[in-house]
């Protein structure tokens, strides 16, 4: 089994590099930000009154973490499309279309794509290459290309950070610069304790992911961390090869938990995270404690995961980060390649077969 205190180690077992890209998340938050900047906003997108963002897989969480980070405070609700088809509501010029996909190659994102113009609506583009580029410039369209090669999930900073700088500049929220500052700082200052050179009893992610072996994985997440725990879910399934879900409260008390009895034996292989944070509503640290209390009297293991920083903003990205290590580990652990997702490549190919 790999020593998850010998740095060597894990970098030969990570040979197409995913620690770096855990590691440069918040230089990718950086550079994102700063290239949307540099794309000069069409006058009529001030008149936006609701935004969609098409996508899939580590394309659209972006969009997902943006939604949650801004119903609280913007008029302008965002939704996110994870199929081939836009709502019945995304129509006409007061709706922005922003379709995002690593590859640019997308399939069910560049049918969305398609509708979008015939129903009047707004259309932005964020894509590496791929057909998504080159149909957006044929369309004269607005486009922000991704600057950074990686597996999508991996290039998380690039479809979350220039969602956040349009919604600064558009004025769906207050300036978000600072909190963006913030949340780089501290991932980076925390970064520092969950890297590869950090031995296990000084590392939190690594500690935790000896926890998990052999285990579902539950990521439970409240409020902004809603769509965290989602990140979480995906990365445990991306990068360690391993079973795991989300929910998100306060919804699992009306009926997760009435299904905790069967079948016999499942809850001892069954771990429990909960993601918390000093902005958590009051009732929502209630519920955490009284579900975490739940799942222990049912068999299972649990842990509770704080958040660091004071922005929402800083709290979000600093749990995802200890979540994208806690996944490299685990699948280091497991023996896994934390890149590659072959699974899912012979499913798409099996798509286009047919």
Not at 278 to 299: N, S
């Amino acid at each position: 089994m790999l020593d998850p205190n010998n740095e060597q180690s894990i970098g030969a077992a990570d040979p197409q590099g995913m620690l770096d890209h855990i590691i440069n998340l918040p230089k990718q938050l950086e550079d994102g930000w700063a290239a949307a900047g540099q794309l000069e906003l069409p006058k009529h997108f001030e008149e936006v009154k609701r935004v969609v963002v098409a996508g899939m897989g580590g394309s659209a969480i972006g969009g997902s973490l943006l939604a949650s980070l801004l119903a609280p405070e913007s008029s302008v609700p965002v939704f996110v499309v994870r199929d081939y088809d836009l709502p019945a509501f995304a129509a006409g010029p007061d709706t922005l279309v922003i379709a995002s996909s690593n590859s640019g190659n997308t399939e069910e994102t560049l049918s969305a794509l398609e509708q979008a113009p015939q129903r009047g609506g707004q259309l932005l583009a964020m894509p590496t290459g791929g057909q998504l580029a080159e149909r957006a410039r044929q369309a004269r369209l607005p486009l922000i290309t991704i600057d950074y090669q990686s597996q999508p999930r991996a290039a998380l900073g690039w479809s979350f950070a220039p969602l956040l700088n349009l919604a600064s500049r558009l004025g769906w929220a207050h300036d978000l610069k600072p909190d963006l500052d913030e949340a780089v700082r501290v991932m980076r200052e925390w970064g520092r304790e969950l890297t590869a050179g950090t031995p296990i009893m000084k590392n939190l992610a690594k500690r935790e992911a000896g926890q998990l072996m052999g285990r579902i994985v539950f990521v439970f997440g409240a409020g902004y961390f809603g769509e965290v725990a989602r990140r979480w879910k995906d990365q445990f399934n991306e990068n360690a090869k391993t079973w795991s879900a989300f929910e998100e409260l306060p919804e699992a008390n009306h009926n997760l938990l009435a299904g905790t009895d069967w079948p016999d034996g499942f809850a001892s292989k069954v771990m429990a995270l909960f993601l918390t944070g000093a902005r958590d509503h009051p009732r929502h640290v209630k519920r955490i404690e009284l579900t975490r209390t739940a799942f222990m009297m049912a068999g299972c293991n649990t842990d509770i995961l704080s958040a660091r920083g004071e922005s929402p903003l800083a709290q979000m990205m600093s749990l995802i980060q200890l979540g994208d290590f806690m996944s490299l580990y685990l699948a280091l652990l497991y023996g896994a390649e934390p890149t590659q997702v072959d699974a899912l490549a012979t499913f798409k190919q099996e798509m286009v077969g047919e």
